[in-house]
């Protein structure tokens, strides 16, 4: 087949992205078909996993496909992310290696002396930037730190009732969680005591709006969704452990804010929530999640669906007869609802608690897992709060391990008990585990606050090491 110039140019793009001749992996050979498709060869061995991948500038590559190879040789067919056959265009297959080993590891703070991250989001220019505060309750400020793709410092930001103008004496300031649009982030969270929405720019992080809501005594947005009308939030009122930055014994609440970030309507969810902590869209519904008080003064996980105005459509409670806290949520494509958080009920201590629901809230499997290093059970907390669906039907899902005992202290090896570590594990889509694994810091606890799934088909968590750590896997 005789080819253009420029598929030529794309011909030898490809080839210069094959690894070195003794690796599995290595591009072969290449066709364009008459459909725009690239179709790869490459050197394989049977029963690994790999992963092609794409770029446009040999920089940036994103996850293309995933795929078992066979013996010898595997033939793939990729779409073209762009359409059509670019003038140039890279490629490249690499094994999928599990658990996966750190890419990188970097570290920012914020002007207090302590940081601590809540959520984190994989942006579209392939960055990342993680929310929460510096400072210890009462006396905090928002901080937003964003990063580019290889974990360099991008911008960082602090917001307050003096960096904001809001009116007040700036203490309980909260960032919770962060949502991007075309023109902005949205982060949410609270200033001096009242809710509040910020949208600040994306490449220098200098807020452009900031609106605060006094809903009710000690309030606080969680999480907020972008709808055709505007925006959807949900937090909770009259806290009652104003020190508390993850559960503060409230009443769930939900807000309907125009696209300016103005409230038109608000309304209690306190018969159903305790906490309102997440919030998604699918159709034309909304999915909240949280945490519910139970007759005997317990917690358990709880689900709402709301039509687009609000009102229910079913509730539905999750958990056993002791506390279940529920504080990640996130939904699949088919809208299958996965839900994470810890439980004490029928463990020794705390345990990962994790569920998938089907679009009805009926429970499709739920799993309890902790105790990855093979301590005491009696003394280890396993503190799960993001989860993510991934695209082969299963979740990811982050959390911090380790003991806060006095009375309590074990080696294992090099390991030690009272060494908090991330603790990160992959279930398939019948609750199947795949892989757990832990990182530990060299020096210093480690935990897992959140986590995204990245264009390169990888894993960015928010990391607790006393400042915003930003941890990278290649793969999940």
Same mark, same amino acid.
């Given at each position: 087949?005789? *080819?253009?110039?420029?598929?030529?140019?794309?011909?030898?793009?490809?080839?210069?992205?094959?690894?070195?001749?003794? !690796?599995?992996? @290595?591009?072969?050979?290449?066709?364009?078909?008459? !459909?725009? !498709?690239?179709?790869?060869? $490459?050197?394989?061995?049977?029963?690994?996993?790999?992963?092609?991948?794409?770029?446009?500038? *040999? =920089?940036?590559?994103?996850?293309? /496909?995933?795929?078992?190879?066979?013996?010898? &040789?595997?033939?793939?067919?990729?779409?073209?992310?762009?359409?059509?056959?670019? %003038?140039?265009?890279?490629?490249?297959?690499?094994?999928?290696? *599990?658990?996966?080993?750190?890419?990188?590891?970097?570290? #920012?703070?914020?002007?207090? @002396?302590?940081?601590?991250?809540?959520?984190? *989001?994989?942006? @579209?220019?392939?960055?990342?930037?993680? +929310?929460?505060?510096?400072?210890?309750?009462?006396?905090?400020?928002?901080?937003?730190?964003?990063?580019?793709?290889?974990?360099?410092?991008?911008?960082?930001q602090e917001y307050s009732n003096r960096t904001t103008g809001a009116s007040g004496h700036g203490t309980y300031n909260l960032g919770n969680s962060v949502v991007e649009i075309?023109?902005?982030?949205?982060?949410?969270?609270?200033?001096?005591?009242?809710?509040? +929405?910020?949208?600040? %720019?994306?490449?220098?992080?200098?807020?452009?709006?900031?609106?605060?809501?006094?809903?009710?005594? #000690? %309030?606080? #947005?969680?999480?907020?969704? +972008?709808?055709?009308?505007?925006?959807?939030?949900?937090? #909770?009122?009259?806290?009652?452990?104003?020190?508390?930055?993850? $559960?503060?014994?409230?009443?769930?609440?939900?807000?309907?804010?125009?696209?300016?970030?103005?409230?038109?309507?608000?309304?209690?969810?306190?018969?159903?929530?305790?906490?309102?902590?997440?919030?998604?869209?699918?159709?034309?519904?909304?999915?909240?999640?949280?945490?519910?008080?139970? @007759?005997?003064?317990?917690?358990?996980?709880?689900?709402?669906?709301?039509?687009?105005?609000?009102?229910?459509?079913?509730?539905?409670?999750?958990?056993?007869?002791?506390?279940?806290?529920?504080?990640?949520?996130?939904?699949?494509?088919?809208?299958?609802?996965?839900?994470?958080?810890?439980?004490?009920?029928?463990? =020794?201590?705390? !345990?990962?608690?994790?569920?998938?629901?089907?679009? =009805?809230?009926?429970?499709?499997?739920?799993? &309890?897992?902790?105790?990855?290093?093979? $301590?005491?059970?009696? $003394?280890?907390?396993?503190?799960?709060?993001?989860?993510?669906?991934?695209?082969?039907?299963?979740?990811?899902?982050?959390?911090? /391990?380790?003991?806060?005992?006095?009375?309590?202290?074990?080696?294992?090896?090099?390991?030690?008990?009272? =060494?908090?570590?991330?603790?990160?594990? &992959?279930?398939?889509?019948?609750?199947?585990?795949?892989?757990?694994?832990?990182?530990?810091?060299?020096?210093?606890?480690?935990?897992?606050?959140?986590?995204?799934?990245?264009?390169?088909?990888?894993?960015?968590?928010?990391?607790?090491?006393?400042?915003?750590?930003?941890?990278?896997?290649?793969?999940?």
């Open positions: 087949m005789r *080819l253009p110039g420029r598929w030529k140019t794309a011909l030898a793009a490809v080839m210069l992205a094959g690894l070195s001749p003794t !690796q599995a992996g @290595e591009i072969l050979s290449l066709r364009i078909t008459k !459909q725009g !498709q690239v179709e790869l060869t $490459f050197e394989s061995d049977r029963g690994t996993t790999y992963e092609v991948q794409g770029s446009e500038d *040999l =920089q940036s590559f994103s996850l293309l /496909t995933r795929l078992q190879g066979a013996e010898g &040789k595997t033939r793939v067919l990729v779409d073209n992310p762009t359409g059509g056959v670019p %003038d140039r265009r890279f490629f490249k297959v690499r094994p999928r290696e *599990l658990p996966p080993a750190p890419t990188w590891f970097r570290s #920012y703070g914020g002007s207090r @002396e302590e940081s601590h991250g809540h959520y984190i *989001l994989a942006c @579209e220019d392939g960055g990342y930037l993680q +929310v929460g505060e510096t400072g210890f309750l009462p006396d905090t400020r928002i901080l937003a730190v964003k990063i580019d793709a290889s974990g360099n410092l991008a911008w960082r075309t023109d902005g982030y949205l982060i949410v969270g609270a200033i001096n005591r009242n809710s509040a +929405v910020l949208k600040v %720019d994306k490449r220098t992080g200098v807020a452009r709006f900031v609106r605060t809501h006094s809903n009710g005594g #000690y %309030d606080a #947005y969680e999480h907020l969704v +972008v709808t055709d009308d505007g925006m959807v939030a949900v937090g #909770y009122t009259n806290a009652e452990d104003r020190e508390n930055t993850f $559960f503060a014994e409230g009443r769930g609440y939900l807000a309907f804010l125009d696209p300016d970030g103005n409230k038109a309507e608000g309304r209690s969810l306190r018969d159903d929530l305790a906490q309102a902590y997440r919030i998604a869209s699918h159709g034309d519904a909304l999915i909240v999640s949280g945490l519910a008080w139970n @007759e005997d003064d317990n917690l358990d996980f709880r689900v709402l669906k709301l039509d687009a105005g609000g009102a229910p459509a079913w509730s539905r409670r999750y958990g056993g007869d002791r506390d279940d806290h529920c504080f990640g949520m996130d939904l699949a494509s088919d809208g299958a609802i996965f839900l994470t958080g810890h439980t004490l009920s029928g463990t =020794q201590n705390w !345990q990962t608690y994790t569920m998938k629901l089907d679009q =009805q809230g009926v429970v499709q499997w739920e799993r &309890k897992r902790g105790n990855p290093r093979g $301590f005491d059970p009696r $003394f280890i907390h396993d503190e799960a709060w993001g989860v993510r669906a991934t695209p082969d039907g299963g979740c990811i899902l982050t959390a911090g /391990t380790g003991d806060e005992y006095r009375s309590y202290s074990e080696t294992i090896g090099s390991d030690q008990s009272d =060494q908090w570590e991330v603790y990160v594990i &992959k279930y398939g889509p019948a609750g199947e585990l795949e892989w757990e694994a832990t990182y530990e810091a060299e020096e210093g606890d480690w935990a897992g606050e959140d986590l995204a799934l990245t264009q390169d088909g990888g894993v960015i968590i928010a990391v607790d090491d006393s400042q915003f750590g930003f941890l990278k896997l290649p793969s999940w």
